[in-house]
């Protein structure tokens, strides 16, 4: 594990003696929970790791505190196998600092700069559901724009049933979703694949997350089976949105599929019509 090379050295600070407890094989240690320093993000989304941060350093130790505490709140069905964090990763020629905290997806890690490690706790809860879902998006559109938007959609909904309430986010994240209070539907919103820029896949997601609230507002059966859906889906394609909904419904596990048909039929009631 690598918890276990956290080195010892350097100055006393209030976290290390914690840090180092839990890193050390604590009975409260979360196996599987790594941050990384130095890693470096360069051209395509390729990644390259640091090493294992230090203990005896404060910003590292406080991320490290930070994300185990948020995993003890997860319930153990939920929670990522493995959460690597890349702490303050570097991105591109001049190694300019990546800004907050977000889901590295070809990496299935997470990029979480020195001022993002206090984001508001349903921020991480949604980034921590990427890292649950693993999802991997096909190439070819529409597929990529319409998995990447129910993508969202689950990471939301896990956010708000691990955090025991619908609105997301706070202070340091921008605007607020309520997933009790979603975007209505637009007459264009499936269109706009069409359009540059594409789909709002945050806002589409938001919409799905909502639907899903109203069906099970609280950590149950129906998170789980979203979960179950997502993974690998880089072999699903089809010809428009409809098509390509329907497909990702075929690859659900057969027990959640009577339980998710109802969300899509309600997030493209225009497109799924027998
Ligand atoms: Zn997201």
Redesign the pocket.
Known sequence: MVLAALACSGPDHPSRAECERIGSGGHTARPGLVVLRGSRLGAVAKLDPGNPASCSDPGRAALFLRAHALLATVPEALRPARVTIHASPTVGAPNAPVAGLE?HRESASLLVSAAAVDMERTVWL?ELG?LRAATRLPQAEPAQSVLAALD?GV?DYYAAVTAGRPRLGGAHAGAERDLAAPPAARADDWARLALPGGLDVHRMGWRFAGLAWQAEPREGALVRFLLACMGDLRALSGAGPGPVARAWLEGCPEAGRARVEPLLRAWMPELLGD
């Open positions: 889901y949604h990427h969202e990471a």
